[in-house]
């Protein structure tokens, strides 16, 4: 049997058609693991690509998504805990459009751009009011060790040209079983549809017969020349939902809006909790006319390049690498709870009646912040905050409001996903306490009416109850058939009713500086906040930069300053040290950090620290 600790690569397949393509790209194949934790569901393969050992596993038998995705990586690192580097690696839906000529069978593999981390997640069917789709997160960029080795790649491949389709054929001359469904398609089979020519639902007869091949019907692409390979590999960004993108007219907006090159169902589950680079082999084009006959190849296409990137990678290199599972307790320990939370609230609603109701009620949804400005926190940091007399007291006291005014950059919304997270892991085992809070931001104006704010309150709060609330469907009902949008004053009322539901509720918003502020908006919304803690067990914490008017709206709340702390700088300073490869650095640790404390003032912004603090590695 094979010693879990040996194994560096964590390789994460979808369906089982990806799985046998990984393992026919094994050098070698190992015995199983002979200890995995005893929580541990999931099936492993283990194996040799290149000199590096990897461990390949598959999500559960009809199961998809990023829930399930992250539960795989979560018991691979339990079961294997010195996985370095991960990979997602299976099939994917292509998104061609004028720059970039997508086939099936190409490649799309995750890549930063324009400060966008290579994958991002957004809500299937939300839509704002201009009818863009509403992106809830960008998602961790892939690790720097696999971007280098991709760019290396990428550079070797436009120079001398890949070798993938040799390495294809190879392995399935290998493995002779695998030829009838993994070899390459008849190319004439390769249609794609106008986006208003639909598949009729419900019928599995061919697009072929169903669709036709009329050229009006068809988007004429020219072939590829001699000098250009059969099989390209395209960088991108690569959009994941839980839920199949099968409309062409929504996938060629978003490739318009967003410049997205394929779609998918599982990289969300992973971008923040198992940072790995995504490839993808390209099966249909993310429309009605799906069909399987692409499925083996694409896998086989993507687990091809998957192993030249890793052969690229020297051992030394992955070596010194820090586990992943090191580098994720900090964050699983801040994020977890609140997903799982959120997670437990979703489950709660159990039928499409209730989603949709939430979603209509408006597209905002604060949760993939939450989980970011998690991320970014430094372990550690911001308890000052927590064990304040200031907080406690605020905690312990109904209908109590805490003002924290800061300067731009002093790290209030980072500790306020801090308190955000405290409440969240309280509530969880009390169901008779709500949360539910706003991060206000200049870029999102259009999505921060105050009938926007107050409706995602209601939502949260809603999501809280173990079912849907009936005046929640009842304002539903009274709209849908006049086609109507609630007012301000019917969704107060119905936030009434459901704050009234709990013993205690808690309501946070971090800068109101940012709030839109025209009609005098933020005016009008503190001041329903304050109506709703006057009527109910609603208590309120905020953050804003000090301006006079927000100021004199909290005269008579507690207040705490936001600011430059000691101990926050010092375990700054003591993560970014021990991250640095520089052996000065680290001999001088403590004069540094003592050095850097003394002339950080109570107002530097935390931001210029940070960034000071980087310049001097």
């Known amino acids: 049997m094979s010693n879990s600790k040996d194994y560096t690569v964590g390789w994460i397949c979808a369906i089982s058609t990806e799985y046998v393509a990984a393992q026919a790209f094994l050098d070698e194949i190992h015995d199983g693991p002979e200890y995995v934790s005893p929580n541990d569901n999931n099936d492993y393969t283990l194996g040799k690509v290149g000199r590096h050992n990897v461990v390949i596993?598959?999500?559960?038998?009809?199961?998809?998504?990023?829930?399930?995705?992250?539960?795989?990586a979560r018991d691979m690192l339990h079961s294997f805990p010195n996985i370095k580097i991960g990979l997602m690696v299976g099939i994917g839906g292509g998104a061609p459009s004028p720059t970039h000529n997508i086939h099936l069978g190409?490649?799309?593999?995750?890549?930063?751009?324009d400060g966008k981390g290579g994958v991002f997640q957004y809500d299937f069917g939300k839509t704002i009011q201009d009818q863009r789709f509403q992106t809830t997160g960008f998602l961790n960029q892939p690790p720097a060790i696999l971007r280098t080795?991709?760019?290396?790649?990428?550079?070797?491949?436009?120079?001398?040209?890949?070798?993938?389709?040799?390495?294809?054929?190879?392995?399935?001359?290998?493995?002779?079983?695998?030829?009838?469904?993994?070899?390459?398609?008849?190319?004439?089979?390769e249609r794609l549809y106008r986006s208003e020519i639909t598949h009729p639902a419900n019928d599995a007869t061919s697009c072929e017969i169903v669709c036709g091949n009329d050229p009006s019907k068809l988007v004429l692409r020219p072939k590829r020349s001699e000098d250009e390979d059969n099989l390209e590999v395209h960088y991108g960004l690569i959009a994941s939902a839980n839920q199949l993108m099968k409309d062409a007219t929504v996938r060629d907006r978003l490739a318009a809006e967003m410049d997205v090159l394929c779609f998918e169902m599982e990289a969300a589950g992973l971008m923040s909790h198992f940072p790995c680079l995504v490839i993808r082999g390209i099966c249909d084009y993310s429309d009605s006319h799906k069909n399987k006959e692409w499925q083996g190849y694409a896998a086989m296409a993507a687990a091809a390049y998957a192993k030249d990137l890793l052969c690229r990678i020297p051992p030394n290199k992955i070596e010194a690498e820090k586990e992943i599972g090191e580098t994720l307790r900090h964050i699983l320990h801040n994020t977890s709870r609140t997903e799982a939370h959120l997670e437990t609230m979703r489950y709660?609603?159990?039928?499409?009646?209730?989603?949709?109701?939430?979603?209509?009620?408006?597209?905002?949804?604060?949760?993939?912040?939450?989980?970011?400005?998690?991320?970014?926190?430094?372990p550690g940091t911001g308890q000052?905050?927590?064990?304040?007399?200031?907080?406690q007291a605020w905690l312990k006291t109904k209908k109590q409001t805490l003002f924290c005014p800061g300067i731009p950059g002093a790290g209030k919304t980072i500790l306020t996903a801090i308190v955000v997270n405290d409440l969240d892991t309280r509530a969880s085992s009390d169901p008779a306490i709500g949360v539910a809070y706003i991060y206000c931001n200049f870029q999102q104006q259009g999505t921060q009416k105050i009938e926007d704010l107050m409706a995602s309150l209601l939502i949260q709060l809603a999501q809280g109850q173990s079912s849907l609330p009936g005046s929640v469907k009842d304002l539903y009902d009274q709209h849908r058939t006049k086609r109507t949008r609630p007012l301000l004053d019917e969704i107060l009322g119905v936030l009434q009713s459901v704050a009234k539901m709990y013993s205690r509720a808690?309501?946070?918003?971090?800068?109101?500086?940012?709030?839109?502020?025209?009609?005098?908006?933020?005016?009008?919304?503190?001041?329903e906040l304050f109506s709703l803690q006057t009527r109910h067990e609603v208590n309120i914490f905020a953050t804003s930069?000090?301006?006079?008017?927000?100021?004199?709206?909290?005269?008579?709340?507690?207040?705490?300053?936001?600011?430059?702390?000691d101990e926050d700088v010092r375990k700054y300073l003591d993560g970014r040290i021990s991250q640095s490869e520089s052996k000065l650095l680290k001999t001088y640790c403590e004069k540094i950090k003592t050095e850097i404390t003394k002339a950080v003032s109570p107002s530097t912004p935390l931001f210029r620290l940070y960034k000071n603090e980087e310049n001097t590695q």
């Open 57 to 72: 596993a598959v999500l559960p038998d009809g199961e998809y998504g990023t829930t399930s995705a992250a539960m795989v």
């Open 348 to 378: 709660k609603l159990n039928n499409n009646k209730d989603i949709k109701i939430l979603n209509w009620l408006t597209p905002i949804n604060y949760g993939p912040q939450q989980s970011d400005y998690l991320k970014r926190r430094q």
């Open 106 to 113: 190409d490649i799309v593999v995750s890549a930063p751009r």
């Open 506 to 527: 808690f309501i946070i918003v971090d800068a109101l500086d940012k709030c839109q502020v025209s009609d005098d908006s933020r005016a009008r919304f503190l001041s």
């Open 545 to 565: 930069r000090p301006i006079p008017q927000i100021i004199d709206q909290f005269n008579g709340s507690v207040q705490l300053e936001i600011r430059a702390h």
């Open 384 to 391: 000052w905050l927590l064990d304040s007399a200031e907080y």
């Open 149 to 189: 080795a991709m760019n290396g790649l990428k550079a070797r491949y436009e120079l001398k040209g890949h070798q993938l389709e040799t390495a294809i054929s190879h392995a399935i001359q290998e493995n002779p079983r695998l030829h009838k469904k993994y070899k390459r398609p008849d190319p004439s089979n």
